[in-house]
């Protein structure tokens, strides 16, 4: 990146989410100064939590309160702020949306929240476990007849950091037309709601609440193997793949080809499979699995992760001799040119103020706090969609619902495998379409060719001459063979972004296995970072698919980031296992330096307790996390048999009798009344709540987190708010039609009409965003 182009961030955090969104930042090659106060940022007391995320940023010793000039100087010259303070916290400040603007007109901020802005709980301070409970994510994950979990680490803040850097690009684009900058609002809860997305399908058509599923039944399922856990994981058609790699007569029984059969047997067919796979190792049964054309996973640990061949030949993993205890020991997870040089976390006050030239603010006529013009940021963007499912399909969505010109291309033989999908519940009689496919394509424009003719070749290609973007998730070598590879597409615009979401890759021994959301739970080491303390792992489920999830918003982000810092022509090879374990960066750092092993806590966490949920009168949960001793003795004030006068480490040394007297109080409570009680206590303490919740409760839909489509059916909102822009509801979802055969043909000529403004805005060319 040139010079001209790299930012100036101003971060000032005190949580994972706003140091996750900085790092991306720094990552990426931009100025990151991190203001930290005198007794220096809070993640500091967490040691390789503060190195993942600080890694690459300047230090400071800056007090917004005690010298308001050196604030504002920084301010004044930077081009985007990251603020993750409480509501109360950012006024006291006068970091408010209003009094940004009004100072500060230029400027990009991206303020991270637990809960937003406001609200009943926007001054609890929200950790995953919380934000999750609440937007509902929790309530997914887990066994059935368990308790619910919060995913390992911290996945929420790390997925709204990346949300942050879609809404911070986006805004600097709309800067480069405007001149003037917007508040970029991202809720965490929001975020685990919006991820949630499939549970509000199946509740609005069946009208029952989606419940976690668990690893121990259903159609996939978790395994021991002899030496860790596979992930048994297949769609209908590949059974006899499965007969194949486990190798059993038992199993060749004609009526295990039918699915109803192997579910209506399945108490006699699961032993079978668990007694082979027992005997073998966990990565032999993976990868014999891969080879057979089968999406298995195994729960990767950190020593797995750490020597993996896989991940150090794409040089995601440090080598040991460049390993540094200040430094992360994976790199950032998007593929150099280059090999880059190890980032290390600043000590406290490194860095003096640079007192830069104040960029310059154009004129606005634009009241404060009123949208501007209404022009959508990726106005112009002309986007080429081959993504399917989610990671891919979900990533053009957001491009669309931010103004790009999104063609969804398949072929009437082999469409979006999601067009068909079937989960539990979400079938819709008299319909071949599957009720989850339009969340993810709305507001696109449909293209269907046959890319293995001569005319389907030429209509892409001609559309790729034209386009700025494309977007594409299949296993490594589908694209070569389709004609749309990277250096095909670079021959015919060297100036088009492609943007490749493969499962680990496009290189490496293991880049041309596949794999659904649930496989990269397991290669990713979020599996076993997640579940039941000291049990097995646990996957975020086929109900969820976390990383695809957070995958889709990555690819977004770094598009959107791309062409707002006029990247032309950038390749951007992100593998979907490293953006989740990226997220992990602390915990492989405390396998190296300490030799502490990564594996499932239940909803425990460093740096807070008690931290769980507990079940109430009404089979509900409640979520609570005391962060400080002023929480825990609120907590006593409420909870009977917990005691005012014992010190800290008395609560870590007494955590299973804590639990069991916040368990038997609550037993008699409902959920709601124990949140009242412990929320009006001071105690941070929200619901753990479901589909259903979300369906009644006002905040998702005035906050659009959920909309409805023309015809009255759910849909996918959106993952953020930006004060100076409001997408339109998005159009129908591409139907699926017949191919079309040629570049001449009538029917490509309606789709160019379509796309043409956009094309034409195109050749508009905008500012750069880091020199308006």
Not at 210 to 218: D, I, N, Q
Not at 466 to 491: C, H, S
Not at 633 to 644: F, K, M, T, Y
Request: hydrophobic share 40%; net charge negative; proline share 7%.
């Amino acid at each position: 990146m040139t010079d001209s182009h790299v930012l100036q961030i101003v971060e000032l955090s005190r949580s994972v989410a706003g140091a996750a969104c900085g790092r991306l930042f720094a990552g990426l090659g931009h100025e990151v100064t991190l203001c930290e106060p005198e007794a220096g940022h809070p993640l500091r007391a967490f040691e390789f939590t503060f190195t993942a995320t600080a890694a690459g940023k300047r230090s400071i010793v800056c007090d917004p309160t005690l010298d308001s000039a050196a604030w504002g100087t920084l301010l004044s010259s930077a081009d985007v702020l990251v603020l993750d303070l409480s509501p109360s916290g950012a006024e006291a400040l006068e970091l408010t949306p209003e009094r940004l603007a009004e100072r500060f007109p230029r400027l990009v901020t991206v303020s991270l929240t637990a809960f937003g802005l406001e609200g009943p709980f926007a001054e609890i301070p929200g950790d995953s476990l919380l934000v999750e409970s609440y937007g509902g994510l929790t309530q997914m994950i887990g066994e059935p007849d368990r308790s619910p979990l919060s995913l390992g680490g911290e996945q929420a803040a790390h997925t709204a950091a990346f949300v942050g850097l879609f809404g911070a690009s986006l805004a600097l684009r709309s800067r480069a037309r405007t001149g003037t900058g917007d508040f970029v609002e991202v809720a965490l809860s929001d975020v685990a709601a919006y991820m949630d997305w499939k549970s509000d399908v199946i509740h609005e058509l069946t009208e029952t609440v989606p419940h976690r599923t668990g690893a121990s039944r259903g159609t996939w399922r978790i395994i021991e193997a002899k030496d860790g856990w596979i992930g048994v994981i297949y769609m209908p058609d590949q059974w006899p793949a499965v007969v194949e790699l486990i190798g059993d007569d038992r199993l060749m029984d004609p009526e295990f080809l039918d699915p109803r059969i192997r579910v209506e047997r399945s108490e006699e067919l699961w032993p079978v499979i668990a007694d082979s796979i027992a005997q073998r190792e966990a990565y032999e049964v993976y990868t014999s699995a891969q080879r057979l054309g089968l999406p298995f996973g195994y729960a990767a640990a950190a020593a797995d992760l750490l020597g993996s061949d896989q991940l150090a030949q794409r040089g995601f993993v440090v080598p040991p001799d460049q390993r540094r205890r200040d430094a992360p020991v994976i790199s950032f997870p998007l593929l150099a040119e280059s090999t880059p040089e190890v980032e290390r976390a600043p000590t406290l006050g490194e860095d003096a103020i640079t007192r830069r030239p104040a960029r310059s603010a154009a004129t606005s006529t634009t009241e404060v706090g009123v949208s501007r013009s209404g022009t959508a940021p990726l106005t112009g963007l002309l986007v080429l969609d081959f993504g399917t499912i989610t990671a891919g399909a979900a990533t053009g969505r957001l491009l669309a619902d931010y103004g790009a010109t999104v063609i969804k291309i398949e072929s009437s033989a082999r469409p979006d495998r999601f067009r068909q999908w079937v989960m539990p519940g979400s079938q819709v009689a008299g319909t071949t379409i599957s009720p989850m496919f339009a969340s993810n394509n709305v507001g696109k424009t449909g293209l269907c060719v046959d890319l293995k003719t001569e005319g389907g070749r030429r209509i892409v290609h001609d559309l790729i001459r034209r386009a700025d973007v494309l977007v594409e998730n299949f296993r490594v070598g589908v694209t070569a063979r389709m004609g749309i590879d990277p250096d095909t597409v670079r021959d015919l615009n060297p100036d088009l972004i492609y943007l490749s979401l493969s499962s680990q890759g496009n290189a490496g021994p293991e880049s041309l296995y596949g794999s659904y959301g649930s496989t990269l739970d397991l290669l990713s080491g979020l599996a076993s970072a997640t579940g039941y303390g000291g049990e097995a792992p646990i996957w975020s489920s086929g109900e969820v698919n976390y990383p695809d999830q957070i995958v889709a918003i990555a690819g977004a982000a770094m598009v959107a980031h791309a062409m707002a810092t006029d990247r032309a022509g950038a390749r951007l090879d992100i593998s979907q296992r490293e953006v989740v374990t990226w997220t992990l960066a602390d915990q492989l750092a405390a396998y190296v330096w300490e030799d502490l092993p990564m594996r499932p806590t239940g909803n425990r966490r460093p740096g807070a307790t008690p931290h769980d949920v507990y079940p109430t009168s009404d089979t509900a949960w409640v979520a609570l996390a005391c962060f400080t001793g002023g929480h825990r003795q609120a907590l006593a004030g409420v909870i009977p048999g917990l005691p005012s006068d014992e010190d800290e480490q008395w609560w870590w040394d007494n955590q299973d009798y804590v639990d069991a007297q916040i368990t038997a109080w609550a037993s008699t409570r409902t959920r709601d009344e124990a949140v009242a009680e412990l929320h009006g206590a001071g105690v941070p303490a929200v619901p753990v709540c479901t589909a259903q919740d979300r369906a009644t409760q006002s905040r998702y839909r005035e906050r659009r987190v959920a909309l409805r489509s023309a015809d009255g059916k759910w849909l996918k909102g959106f993952p953020l708010i930006l004060h100076g822009f409001t997408p339109a509801d998005p159009g129908p979802a591409p139907a699926l039609t017949a191919d079309i055969p040629d570049p001449e043909s009538e029917l490509f000529t309606t789709v160019l009409a379509k796309i043409l403004p956009a094309a034409d805005e195109h050749a508009r060319a905008t500012p750069s965003s880091t020199q308006s």
